[in-house]
């Protein structure tokens, strides 16, 4: 049987082994949980609370900024202590709302209620889902109700659920489809209702067989639905190169998924819709794994959002041996981490601890111009020439050569034998060509606001000079 595939990739060790026999377990803390106001795609959330206000968990306490942006909600019931910046992942203090959990986990009115779905109209669907604050959970943090708006619902022909779960040594997806299942399906059905002329997709990559298995069982009474297998390569699960490997069809930077006719959502965003809508309940906890040949017991978890990494891996046993290096997410695409002491935000999929640092283990060494980084790009680009241009400063030749169509995978990266830092010098030019397309945006309105300005003084001047000539005023019909 052909398996759905994309030109390029790479593949790199697995690592799953430590984590995927490992049932999902629950953990809560007590103490404080911290709730950026920025952690998805788009404008911040605006706090809607005080300190000294009492909270509940499912409470909204920082409301959407704008279109593209969320709600963030309290996880836990207790007393807010504090709205100020809080150290992030990043490395940098996000603006945040900080909760001293009371212990009692105590829920808003209506938390877990029941909803008939096929009573709702589609707009009280995406009512619902903007409501509970779901974004992205696989990492992209866009916002999901905005994903479930296209302009035309009829003009899409492909609802495809994400389950590739391409990152060495994430087992998080691949836990919750084989003891979640049931609601992940229940979400692509409530998402399948708004999109009438869509076939339903379950994507999910050939290193998962057992999830393969439970998910065609699931579904083989769904007759709008389906199981695909996916060659396992990385980064099948990259929105654009899933979309190849489902469909044959191609988007770019400037496009969304939307204009090729397809909407894409991760297994874990599927399961918070279902919960969202069909059981009231928003998006306050998320399921990770913590993994890494440092950790003492790897596991997958579920934890409230404002969660410590630290209280995190304490409660995974700790080390069993130095780490040398903490990566929030995997080890492809995660962020190394400066502290651990920083909370589990929506986007959030994994706790790497790694008793080597390979990256830093392994000098840089000059190009030998082999070209496999070439060869691997799953966006078809030309990394050498992409460094030429980023390292001379010249952002209009590195965009012009496709430098914004990187996706910042770290293919090229990891095939590189000289080690080369690739990604991270596009994911550095990528930042100036964004900052300079805003100045330019900024001067260009501006100089349209300017000339919208003289415009309107040289009529004003206009008419004064047809008064002065009449000696009375000129109607405007003249």
């Known amino acids: 049987?052909?398996?759905?595939?994309?030109?390029?990739?790479?593949?790199?060790?697995?690592?799953?082994?430590?984590?995927?026999?490992?049932?999902?377990?629950?953990?809560?803390?007590?103490?404080?949980?911290?709730?950026?106001?920025?952690?998805?795609?788009?404008?911040?959330?605006?706090?809607?609370?005080?300190?000294?206000?009492?909270?509940?968990?499912?409470?909204?306490?920082?409301?959407?900024?704008?279109?593209?942006?969320?709600?963030?909600?309290?996880?836990?019931?207790?007393?807010?202590?504090?709205?100020?910046?809080?150290?992030?992942?990043?490395?940098?203090?996000?603006?945040?709302?900080?909760?001293?959990?009371?212990?009692?986990?105590?829920?808003?009115?209506?938390?877990?209620?029941?909803?008939?779905?096929?009573?709702?109209?589609?707009?009280?669907?995406?009512?619902?889902?903007?409501?509970?604050?779901?974004?992205?959970?696989?990492?992209?943090?866009?916002?999901?109700?905005?994903?479930?708006?296209?302009?035309?619902?009829?003009?899409?022909?492909?609802?495809?659920?994400?389950?590739?779960?391409?990152?060495?040594?994430?087992?998080?997806?691949?836990?919750?489809?084989?003891?979640?299942?049931?609601?992940?399906?229940?979400?692509?059905?409530?998402?399948?209702?708004?999109?009438?002329?869509?076939?339903?997709?379950?994507?999910?990559?050939?290193?998962?067989?057992?999830?393969?298995?439970?998910?065609?069982?699931?579904?083989?009474?769904?007759?709008?639905?389906?199981?695909?297998?996916?060659?396992?390569?990385?980064?099948?699960?990259?929105?654009?190169?899933?979309?190849?490997?489902?469909?044959?069809?191609y988007i770019n930077s400037s496009m969304l998924p939307a204009d090729a006719g397809c909407i894409v959502h991760n297994v874990a965003t599927l399961l918070a819709i279902y919960d969202a809508v069909a059981e009231s309940k928003p998006l306050i906890e998320k399921t990770i794994t913590v993994t890494g040949d440092a950790v003492a017991t790897p596991k997958n978890v579920r934890v409230r959002l404002g969660s410590s990494y630290k209280k995190i891996l304490d409660a995974c046993g700790g080390l069993k041996t130095e780490a040398n290096k903490f990566i929030c997410g995997g080890p492809m695409m995660g962020q190394a981490l400066y502290e651990l002491d920083c909370p589990v935000t929506k986007p959030s999929s994994a706790l790497c601890a790694f008793a080597h640092d390979e990256v830093a283990e392994n000098p840089t060494t000059p190009c030998i111009r082999c070209g496999r980084c070439v060869a691997a790009c799953p966006e078809h680009l030309v990394p050498p020439m992409l460094v030429k241009a980023a390292n001379a400063d010249d952002m209009e030749g590195f965009e012009k050569i496709g430098g914004m169509e990187c996706m910042e995978c770290g293919t090229c990266s990891y095939v590189c034998p000289a080690r080369r830092p690739l990604t991270q010098t596009f994911k550095q030019a990528r930042k100036k060509v964004a900052a300079l397309r805003k100045i330019k945006a900024a001067e260009e309105k501006q100089r349209k606001e300017h000339e919208e300005a003289a415009k309107k003084e040289a009529e004003k001047k206009a008419e004064e000079m047809k008064k002065n000539e009449t000696g009375k005023e000129v109607p405007s019909w003249r």
């Open 1 to 249: 049987m052909s398996l759905g595939t994309f030109k390029g990739g790479a593949h790199p060790y697995e690592g799953k082994v430590l984590s995927e026999n490992c049932a999902i377990e629950e953990l809560r803390f007590d103490g404080e949980y911290i709730f950026p106001l920025s952690q998805h795609i788009g404008a911040p959330a605006k706090a809607c609370v005080q300190v000294g206000d009492t909270v509940l968990a499912g409470q909204v306490i920082a409301e959407a900024g704008g279109f593209i942006s969320a709600n963030v909600l309290s996880s836990v019931s207790g007393t807010v202590k504090a709205i100020e910046p809080r150290m992030q992942v990043s490395g940098f203090p996000v603006m945040s709302v900080v909760v001293e959990s009371d212990g009692r986990f105590e829920t808003v009115e209506g938390y877990g209620q029941k909803r008939d779905i096929d009573a709702l109209s589609k707009d009280e669907i995406r009512d619902i889902v903007k409501a509970a604050g779901i974004v992205g959970i696989g990492g992209a943090g866009f916002p999901t109700a905005v994903k479930l708006m296209p302009k035309n619902d009829d003009a899409i022909d492909y609802f495809i659920a994400n389950g590739s779960e391409c990152e060495p040594y994430l087992t998080s997806d691949y836990r919750l489809m084989l003891e979640e299942g049931e609601r992940i399906v229940g979400g692509v059905k409530i998402c399948l209702g708004l999109f009438p002329n869509a076939k339903g997709i379950i994507a999910i990559e050939d290193n998962k067989p057992e999830a393969i298995k439970h998910m065609q069982e699931l579904v083989k009474s769904e007759p709008r639905i389906s199981v695909m297998q996916l060659k396992t390569k990385y980064p099948e699960g990259g929105e654009r190169q899933l979309i190849n490997a489902v469909t044959g069809r």
